[in-house]
Nanobody, 119 residues
Framework: QAQVVESGGGLVQPGGSLRLSCVARNVFSIQVMGWYRQTPGKPRELVADINTGGYTNYADSVKGRFSVSRDDTRRSVYLQMNSLKPEDTAVYYC??????????????WGQGTQVTVDS
């Protein structure tokens, strides 16, 4: 059974840094891995993602502060968050998308990890 598991959230002061990690278990032929975030009453929004070619895509609000990377040997994706701001406070979700001949297109989400930026 496919499983996507995040780790690394927590409480940090403004200006601080956090690194989120996500591992996809029993997931194959992954094409895109990324991070989304959501706050109460708002839709989930893309933070950053990265495809198999290493092409990255960032929300304007995090450009220059966040960096997404992946390790395909570990089926993992990471989000390095620097210069954190209170408005970065949200639940962060890992997203994995791909395609296999057996299942067709697929998309999996992690359970989410809370990031709180507060002094």
């Amino acid at each position: 059974q496919a499983q996507v598991v995040e780790s690394g959230g927590g409480l940090v002061q403004p200006g601080g840094s956090l690194r989120l990690s996500c591992v996809a278990r029993n997931v194959f032929s992954i094409q895109v891995m990324g991070w989304y975030r959501q706050t109460p009453g708002k839709p989930r929004e893309l933070v950053a993602d990265i495809n198999t070619g290493g092409y990255t895509n960032y929300a304007d609000s995090v450009k220059g502060r966040f960096s997404v990377s992946r390790d395909d040997t570990r089926r993992s994706v990471y989000l390095q968050m620097n210069s954190l701001k209170p408005e970065d406070t949200a639940v962060y979700y890992c997203n994995v998308r791909g395609y296999t001949g057996a299942t067709g297109a697929y998309e999996y989400w992690g359970q989410g990890t809370q990031v709180t930026v507060d002094s």
